[in-house]
């Protein structure tokens, strides 16, 4: 039911290997952010002041040139899409990390780039408290990540959850990932999947798996 699917979560929240699994057992066309191969963001966490604008050029540029790419090309072979991110996470990422002049000019660019890209039939926020998400990123070790802040992580998760509630038009099923493995456990990750290939209205979903140990509502 849906041709367009984008798995989103703050820094450390797992989405990139989600989208990955699920893209391979559905038969989708796999679309995974190149950020590694982006040069600013080392200095970025080094020095953020100096380099928030040209890291967040770069991003929407590279963002914009894959999606018009990928969307551009047709694939027969595969029966729909995953990405493991939402274009507008560009704008999310620059209304927190940009000066306000910086970000007035950001963001003239940036609708003229997002007006062309396609938006998602559905968008799957995996969120985990700040906690969690800081224990995830050392665990997968990235030297440049090491140093990132608490109160980094919660301005962003901050940035994302204020963004999602504010969009009507769009279908969003924010998934509470805090005490469920979707990695290490399959049944975990089974329940994940089952609960996006539903049928949604458009709006904020909030979804907790029911027999999670120490769950709170959401």
Not at 39 to 62: I, M, Q
Not at 68 to 76: E, L, P, R, V
Not at 154 to 161: A, E, V, W
């Amino acid at each position: 039911m849906y041709n367009y699917i984008v798995i989103e979560g703050n820094i450390g929240a797992g989405k990139t290997s989600f989208a990955t699994r699920l893209a391979e057992e559905c038969n989708a066309r796999l679309i995974l952010e190149q950020f590694e191969e982006n040069s600013f963001l080392p200095k970025f966490y080094e020095d953020p002041a100096r380099y928030a604008f040209p890291l967040e050029l770069s991003f929407l540029a590279d963002r914009y040139q894959q999606l018009k790419a990928q969307f551009t090309a047709s694939d027969m072979f595969k029966t729909f899409t995953i990405a493991d991110y939402f274009i507008f996470k560009s704008l999310i990422f620059a209304s927190r990390n940009l000066e306000q002049l910086e970000f007035g000019l950001y963001s003239k660019l940036f609708t003229i780039v997002s007006s062309v890209v396609p938006k998602p039939d559905l968008i799957v926020y995996l969120y985990l408290d700040v906690d969690n998400l800081k224990r995830n990123i050392q665990k997968r070790g990235r030297p440049y990540e090491q140093n990132i802040q608490y109160d980094y992580l919660d301005k962003i998760q901050n940035g994302y959850l204020e963004f999602l509630r504010q969009q009507p038009d769009l279908r969003v099923l924010l998934i509470d990932t805090n005490n469920i493995d979707f990695v290490e456990r399959n049944e975990d990750y089974a329940w994940i999947k089952e609960v996006i290939f539903k049928e949604y209205p458009l709006g904020m979903q909030r979804i907790q798996k029911p027999d999670a140990a120490g769950s709170r509502p959401l």
